[in-house]
């Protein structure tokens, strides 16, 4: 009796679903001659992407020569076509959850029927009718519902209202498309367990090679998975899987879709699994390029090139189907990654991090750390990106010292002043009153702020050549009072910095010509990518090409170049720069092939924070070497192995830099690298009252600086020249050239504090 209840039970549900659907089970032409057609005509169509719904598939990033960086996805799975796949695939999933697949439409009555008698029988409920066509309609509402796992749940529930709305959709189908079609549609579906969805993706996971080219036995254990990944899983269950592939063998020879002696065969073979673990993600990238990978993330996240908002971005990711070829070169972030690890290690209490660019393209050429890519902080493992800003996935920067210096001699020397300019100079002065973009700035605090240079021996006057080499500080606040903030600003602005690393707005300050702003290497080896490109600034760019698995070129977002400053300034700071790794801060730092080199170095207050930027003309690179929270005083401190008093911009990153560049370069033709002509100047005659040999001179007067609360007729003064360089202009009546703002008349002024740093060299 209690069967027989069961029974009633299923059946009353049946016959409920059957006169509400009546003829629409029936096949395409049926005993009593109904089709679907007949029968679905007052549904409203389906969607379309129920026809061919986006599936989520893995994402390929590939790097600047081909090789395979990392596979992303949110589901491992490679859509593939009909000839494509392993017809025994096709035959083994068919035959052993519905046989009847192509003699029956939407629903099998027979099936359904089989399914009462079945049921009632074993009183429970186990043996269901659903249709192949049903169980792809029910996949693909749940691939709909994303990681939405609410979505998920509702997709999945067993609810007579469920069944009723996949039955439409299922009736439709089947009229729109045909039985190989919404196969291969299933196929490329369907889970089989460890991260595979698909047949492609099931078949290396589980055999490494393509679907086409599986076995009878090896497409019969795919097949048997899908009723249940879990209890049928290969590689924790062998036993089972083997009897469950050898049921799904015995189908596929009742079939006749294989002969008596396939069939032997195939039962006979041992489950010969060439198993593969999933690899998923950045984390899975080699040579430390998980960093880089996890940049081109948030580039196609956040570039508007891949959709108008953060969700159709997103979209874009997590969809995936993509091949991504990007501008990194796997030999330039080998010998990157090798500095980076060989000369600070990863227990160091610092870290060291350096970005490559290609000067005039703006393309990322290499992206390194010391510290390994993952979630394992027993390992010392991190995922924050030190190259690059916070909203890419990066840290909140570092202060950069004094290899922030060149950015406004830039500005400097695009407004006219000379090459050869001199300042005073003094050890130590206060922080002068300097114009901004909006008024005025004004050392109001008590007592007031002063900045000194490194070495009490540096005394000026001093020109650009010899003050850039000895990264004098009062050198630089001179010349940025005679600049003005806004100038050096604007000139920031230009070479792409706009805000810190964190995404402060841009503060005008005296200080920030040594460097106190937080920024990223990858910001720091762009500014450093346009000196070596002669003034020409491009956005830096990760992404070369994009395709979809079919083909299709997606548009990626495209590097805008600008000239920053002119070509005549570029030469002149070139000279300056060479000046200084040739007989400044980093003259111990060579190449082994002799190439000439031209950069900075920066080093800033308590020693925690230490940097080399520098470039040839192919290659710009910026090294950061200190605490990943930047809360590390390197002073009386051993890194790789190597004990420091304290850490300077010279002897902490420039060998970093030296050993990256010389194996970078390796092999490559020298390129000379293009320069003005600036002479070292000559040492003055003794003056009346000049003190015997070993005593300090004294210092000449100092140009007259302008008052910036002064009314200015026809804008600013040209600075004073002393040395001009010919063919370069000097400062011009009626305000400087290159395309500067003019600070405004006189305001009531901020009256902040300037801020640290020192920007020692």
């Known amino acids: 009796m209690e069967h027989v209840g069961n029974g009633v039970k299923f059946l009353g549900v049946s016959v409920l679903s059957g006169v509400l659907l009546a003829g629409l089970a029936l096949p395409a032409v049926g005993a009593i001659g109904l089709t679907a057609k007949d029968t679905a005509e007052s549904f409203s169509n389906i969607p379309d992407d129920f026809k061919t719904p986006p599936l989520t598939q893995a994402t390929q990033i590939f790097d600047a020569k081909g090789g395979l960086?990392?596979?992303?996805?949110?589901?491992?799975?490679?859509?593939?076509?009909?000839?494509?796949?392993?017809p025994f695939m096709r035959h083994a999933q068919v035959d052993i959850e519905d046989a009847r697949f192509y003699e029956h439409g939407a629903v099998d009555l027979k099936g359904v029927l089989r399914a009462i008698s079945k049921n009632a029988e074993s009183g429970t409920t186990a043996q269901g009718a659903s249709t192949l066509t049903q169980q792809y309609v029910k996949n693909v509402n749940v691939e709909k519902a994303g990681d939405d796992q609410a979505a998920v749940l509702e997709a999945q529930r067993k609810t007579l209202g469920r069944k009723i709305q996949?039955?439409?959709?299922?009736?439709?189908?089947?009229e729109d498309l045909s039985k190989d079609q919404i196969l291969t549609n299933y196929l490329n579906i369907t889970f089989y367990g460890h991260q595979a969805y698909g047949v492609e993706a099931a078949s290396q996971r589980y055999f490494s090679k393509s679907n086409k080219d599986l076995t009878i036995a090896e497409a019969a254990t795919l097949a048997g998975m899908v009723q249940n990944p879990s209890s049928y899983d290969p590689v924790r269950y062998p036993e089972n899987t083997v009897k469950r592939r050898n049921v799904v063998i015995d189908k596929m020879l009742e079939n006749k879709h294989i002969t008596a002696d396939?069939?032997?065969?195939?039962?006979?073979?041992?489950?010969?699994?060439?198993?593969?673990?999933?690899?998923?993600?950045?984390?899975?990238?080699?040579?430390?390029?998980?960093?880089?990978?996890?940049?081109?993330?948030?580039?196609?996240?956040?570039?508007?090139?891949?959709?108008?908002?953060?969700?159709?971005?997103?979209?874009?990711?997590?969809?995936?189907?993509l091949n991504?070829?990007?501008?990194?070169?796997?030999?330039?972030?080998?010998?990157?990654?090798?500095?980076?690890?060989?000369?600070?290690?990863?227990?160091?209490?610092?870290?060291?991090?350096?970005?490559?660019?290609?000067?005039?393209?703006?393309?990322?050429?290499?992206?390194?750390?010391?510290?390994?890519?993952?979630?394992?902080?027993?390992?010392?493992?991190?995922?924050?990106?030190?190259?690059?800003?916070?909203a890419m996935g990066g840290g909140n920067g570092f202060q950069t010292g004094s290899t922030f210096k060149p950015i406004l001699a830039a500005a400097a020397l695009e407004s006219g002043m000379s090459n050869t300019q001199a300042f005073p100079s003094e050890n130590k002065i206060e922080y002068p009153q300097m114009s901004t973009c909006s008024g005025t700035w004004k050392n109001t605090v008590k007592p007031k702020e002063t900045v000194k240079n490194e070495q009490d021996s540096?005394?000026?006057?001093?020109?650009?050549?010899?003050?850039?080499?000895?990264?004098?500080?009062?050198?630089?606040?001179?010349?940025?009072?005679?600049?003005?903030?806004?100038?050096?600003?604007?000139?920031?602005?230009?070479?792409?910095?706009?805000?810190?690393?964190?995404?402060?707005?841009?503060?005008?300050?005296?200080?920030?010509?040594?460097g106190t702003l937080e920024l990223s290497p990858l910001t720091m080896a762009n500014v450093y990518a346009t000196f070596a490109a002669r003034g020409k600034y491009c956005t830096p760019i990760a992404i070369n090409k994009i395709t979809t698995v079919d083909g299709k070129d997606i548009p990626v977002p495209q590097s805008q170049c600008s000239q920053a400053f002119s070509e005549q300034t570029a030469d002149s700071l070139n000279a300056v720069l060479l000046n200084v790794t040739e007989k400044g801060t980093a003259a111990a730092l060579t190449m082994d092939d002799g190439r000439k080199i031209a950069g900075k170095t920066g080093t800033t207050d308590e020693k925690k924070a230490a940097w080399f930027s520098g470039y040839t003309p192919s290659l710009a690179t910026a090294v950061w070497l200190g605490g990943p929270a930047g809360g590390v005083k390197m002073k009386n401190i051993t890194i790789g192995g190597k004990p420091f008093t304290e850490v300077f911009g010279a002897d902490g990153p420039g060998?970093?830099?030296?050993?990256?560049?010389?194996?970078?370069?390796?092999?490559?033709?020298?390129?000379?690298?293009?320069?003005?002509?600036?002479?070292?100047?000559?040492?003055?005659?003794?003056?009346?009252?000049?003190?015997?040999?070993?005593?300090?001179?004294?210092?000449?007067?100092?140009?007259?600086?302008?008052?910036?609360?002064?009314?200015?007729?026809?804008?600013?003064?040209?600075?004073?020249?002393?040395?001009?360089?010919?063919?370069?202009?000097?400062?011009?009546?009626?305000?400087?050239?290159?395309?500067?703002?003019?600070?405004?008349?006189?305001?009531?002024?901020?009256?902040?504090?300037?801020?640290?740093g020192n920007g020692n060299g």
């Open 69 to 86: 960086i990392a596979k992303v996805y949110e589901r491992d799975r490679t859509v593939i076509t009909a000839d494509q796949m392993s």
């Open 458 to 514: 540096e005394v000026g006057p001093y020109q650009l050549k010899e003050a850039m080499a000895r990264s004098v500080n009062t050198y630089f606040v001179q010349m940025e009072q005679q600049v003005g903030l806004c100038a050096m600003k604007q000139m920031a602005n230009k070479l792409g910095i706009t805000q810190s690393a964190k995404g402060d707005a841009f503060q005008e300050v005296p200080s920030m010509v040594l």
């Open 655 to 756: 060998p970093i830099w030296a050993m990256a560049m010389n194996q970078a370069l390796k092999g490559t033709p020298l390129e000379p690298i293009q320069t003005a002509n600036i002479p070292d100047p000559q040492p003055a005659a003794p003056a009346p009252g000049t003190p015997a040999a070993g005593g300090t001179p004294p210092a000449p007067p100092a140009p007259p600086a302008a008052d910036p609360n002064a009314p200015q007729p026809g804008g600013n003064p040209p600075p004073p020249q002393q040395g001009g360089n010919p063919g370069q202009a000097g400062g011009l009546p009626g305000g400087f050239p290159g395309g500067f703002t003019l600070p405004p008349l006189p305001g009531n002024g901020n009256g902040g504090r300037h801020g640290g």
């Open 324 to 390: 991504i070829y990007t501008t990194l070169d796997p030999d330039k972030q080998a010998a990157a990654q090798n500095a980076v690890t060989k000369k600070v290690y990863v227990t160091d209490t610092v870290s060291a991090a350096a970005t490559m660019m290609e000067p005039g393209t703006g393309k990322i050429l290499a992206m390194a750390q010391t510290r390994p890519y993952g979630l394992d902080s027993n390992k010392n493992q991190t995922v924050v990106n030190l190259n690059v800003d916070a």
């Open 262 to 321: 396939q069939a032997k065969e195939a039962k006979a073979a041992p489950l010969g699994l060439k198993y593969k673990d999933p690899q998923n993600g950045c984390i899975t990238a080699q040579a430390g390029m998980g960093f880089f990978c996890d940049y081109v993330r948030h580039v196609v996240k956040q570039d508007p090139a891949f959709g108008k908002s953060a969700d159709e971005r997103k979209k874009v990711w997590n969809t995936g189907g």
């Open 166 to 174: 996949e039955l439409k959709v299922a009736i439709k189908l089947e």
